[in-house]
Nanobody, 123 residues
């Protein structure tokens, strides 16, 4: 099995930055595509970003492109989401996920999920 634990969420002002981390334990981390998703109250879970197992390929939702950066450190079994120029609409619970499908943007293609970390952006 694979366990994922997110950290780094919190309260930040509009225009600020946060870095989320997702520590992965269990099966070989390097064989998975890692993704970040978010869910705001009353809304469906939405794709934010994903990164291939080797790291060079990344995918982003249009809403975060140019502001968020996903990266991974296979030696530390950790994936990161650097968020900059945060907006109020970025407020959500952010969850990381691990899956076997390259470039997956749909939640159903991910097999393992973390519990999520709250990000709140205030004006």
């Amino acid at each position: 099995q694979v366990q994922l634990v997110e950290s780094g969420g919190g309260l930040v002002q509009t225009g600020g930055s946060l870095r989320l981390s997702c520590a992965v334990s269990g099966r070989a981390f390097s064989y998975y595509t890692m993704g970040w998703f978010r869910q705001a109250p009353g809304k469906e879970r939405e794709f934010v970003a994903a990164i291939s197992w080797s790291g060079p390929n990344t995918w982003y939702a249009d809403s975060v492109k140019g502001r968020f950066t996903i990266s991974r450190d296979n030696a530390k079994n950790t994936v990161y989401l650097q968020m900059s120029s945060l907006k109020r609409e970025d407020t959500a619970v952010y969850s990381c996920a691990a899956g076997a499908s390259i470039g997956a943007i749909h939640p159903r293609l991910y097999d393992y999920w973390g519990q999520g970390t709250q990000v709140t952006v205030s004006s």
